[in-house]
């Protein structure tokens, strides 16, 4: 009886530990899973960085070429990670190119649908169309219907890249509201195909395991994590050598990303002269000059009457007296913000710094042409001439996913156009002197519209 206990449980110890074998063997053959990405980040005319993250640690490999049946060029990382980032280099300017991502054996993901177009070279002349979307990340139907009309908008023509404008994931920035409220919304289209650079709004700092106090002074959020910025010049620019503020360039256009809400050396606000950011802004304008355009964006506008006023909250107050003329000065022609939740557009104009109530047309206007160039009354484009880098027109457009809020002094008196009833995402179009942006909305309409045509005779603009 004792034998027959003895070689029973010697059976079933047997039994336990070929199971456990089996399962080992499994595990070790379960596929690796693709959770996010790809994405494309530090877009140069040379060169694009592509992201994906998996479910467990692997490691890292792209396939890429000009043809989508002949990816014949890779580039590989042996580390096992689940972020991965591979840097592709020596690609030529202005090209389509092909790519797959995986491992060093398998295939996440890879068909005709994975492809990117590097930038243009530094200075060359376009047509160049840049969307912008502003405080996109709400997991709406509105944001699915922006999305849906901008890539209708462009059909077959592609976009050059896109940005945006900050509060990129509500209501905390966490990565688990990245993941469901962003990277899973835009993943079949824009991310994997466009280069995206970013800025962050105040909801990318509300990271709910730290204060705001914390994240503002050391930017340990995930938007920090989950972006690639160009710090070191790879895109064109001063290098900035921080994630929080950064320039690149498209073809003739200069863009400036910078950071109104987080906080430099612990202290410096974008508002804040003296700081670190400021300096290196001044620094980048007055080294890109001579480029064709200038672009700034950044989260918190100077002007606004939506679900934000721009005369009561301190950030939005001290902007526009302490740094708007900065930008003024060293002729920036566009500025791009969110953070109101619908689309406000000023005409051409100069020197308000005040409140609302002080905004004199006549005074601060440089046109009174709507700037529409649409055939209606008024509507002629405006003109800029490059010699006195005069007037800068301000956009609000943070209506991509959330929508709507009014103050009882809507719409701001610097305003020439304002919506707060339709979402929508920005559409830049840019060739040579020309520069037009397209209010795409939610439903199909394009409710605004304006053209900036810079005079010939400056050393940077076409004849």
């Known amino acids: ?98 790519y797959s991502i995986g491992g060093l054996k398998d295939t996440l993901q890879g068909n005709q649908d994975n492809y990117f177009t590097t930038l243009p070279e530094p200075g060359k002349i376009g047509p160049y169309r840049i969307a912008a979307l502003g405080d996109c990340g709400d997991n ?32 905390d920035g966490t990565d688990s509201e990245f993941q469901s409220k962003f990277f899973n919304i835009y993943k079949d289209d824009l991310l994997k195909k466009y280069p995206l650079f970013p800025t962050p709004g105040n909801h990318d700092y509300h990271d709910t395991d730290l204060t705001e106090k914390h994240a503002q002074e050391t930017h340990e959020t995930a938007y920090y994590q989950n972006f690639s910025m160009p710090v070191h010049g790879e895109s064109g620019g001063t290098p ?46 007055a080294a890109n000059k001579n480029k064709g355009w200038i672009i700034a964006f950044w989260h918190h506008p100077p002007y606004t009457m939506g679900s934000h006023n721009s005369d009561q909250e301190d950030e939005l107050v001290k902007i526009r007296e302490n740094f708007i003329g900065i930008m003024e000065r060293e002729g920036v022609d566009l500025v791009l913000n969110g953070h109101s939740h619908d689309y406000e ?87 040579g002197n020309r520069l037009e942006l397209k209010w795409v909305c939610a439903d199909g309409e394009i409710r605004d519209q304006f053209t900036i045509v810079k005079k010939a005779g400056g050393a940077h603009v076409p004849k």
């Not at 699915?144 to 009309?149: A, G, H, N, P, S």
């Open 1 to 98: 009886m004792l034998k027959k206990s003895v070689l029973l449980f010697f059976s079933c110890a047997l039994s336990v530990m070929l199971c456990a074998q089996v399962k080992q063997k499994g595990a070790a053959t379960e596929p690796v899973r693709l959770i996010r990405g790809p994405y494309l980040q530090v877009a140069s005319s040379t060169g694009i960085l592509i992201r994906w993250r998996t479910d467990v640690s692997a490691r890292s490999k792209v396939r890429y070429g000009t043809s989508q049946s002949r990816l014949d060029q890779a580039a590989e990382d042996l580390t096992l990670l689940t972020e991965h980032r591979i840097q592709l280099k020596g690609l030529k300017p202005a090209t389509r190119y092909y």
């Open 345 to 431: 557009r000023s005409r051409m104009m100069k020197g308000h710094y005040g409140p609302s109530s002080t905004f004199d047309a006549k005074k601060h206007n440089l046109s009174t042409s709507s700037g529409k160039n649409d055939g209606s009354p008024d509507s002629a484009p405006y003109q800029k001439d490059p010699a006195h880098k005069q007037g800068t027109v301000y956009v609000v457009s943070g209506s991509a996913g959330k929508l709507g809020g009014k103050q009882s002094t809507y719409p701001h008196n610097a305003m020439y156009f304002s919506d707060a009833e339709h979402g929508g995402a920005s559409v830049l179009e840019v060739e």
């Open 240 to 285: 900035s050598n921080t994630q929080a503020f950064y320039s690149f360039d498209i073809g003739n256009i200069h863009f400036l990303s910078l950071d109104s809400y987080g906080k430099e050396d612990r202290t410096y606000r974008l508002y804040d002269t003296l700081g670190p950011q400021v300096q290196w802004i001044k620094k980048d304008l």
């Open 140 to 171: 709406s139907i509105n944001q699915r219907r922006v999305k849906e009309q901008v890539l209708k908008y462009i059909g077959d023509k592609d976009l050059t890249a896109w940005i945006l404008l900050g509060d990129n994931a509500y209501s």
